[in-house]
């Protein structure tokens, strides 16, 4: 069966650093671009990254570029989100993504909470 477990999440203070993690399995995961998305409360869903199959072209919500990086290991089958110089309105859950075909075949995980608070 398809999974997207994503992990990492916490609680840090502003200027801080956390690394969120998303191991893939059930599918082939080389063959999926893949995305970080984020859900604050009260807001809508916001795409943050994404990065294509091999990792060669990568890009970035305007509200987290130069501050986060997204990037994939496809021999551990899993995606990460480097995130540094973190604001309190970085809060939010996180959530990871395999875009597939068509919408329908999208695989999502069950998200991360990443609390930006001093």
């Known amino acids: 069966q398809v999974q997207l477990v994503e992990s990492g999440g916490g609680l840090v203070q502003p200027g801080g650093s956390l690394r969120l993690s998303c191991a893939a399995s059930?599918?082939?995961?080389?063959?999926?671009?893949m995305s970080w998305y984020r859900q604050a409360p009260g807001k809508e869903r916001e795409l943050v990254a994404t990065?294509?199959?091999?990792?060669?072209?990568?890009n970035y919500a305007d509200s987290v570029k130069g501050r986060f990086t997204i990037s994939r290991d496809n021999a551990k089958n899993t995606v990460y989100l480097q995130m540094n110089s973190l604001k309190p309105e970085d809060t939010a859950v996180y959530y990871c993504?395999?875009?597939?075909?068509?919408?329908?075949?999208?695989?999502w995980g069950q998200g991360t909470q990443v609390t930006v608070s001093s």
């Open positions: 993504k395999a875009w597939g075909s068509s919408r329908k075949y999208d695989y």
């Open positions: 059930g599918f082939t995961f080389s063959s999926y671009a």
């Open positions: 990065i294509s199959t091999a990792g060669a072209s990568t």
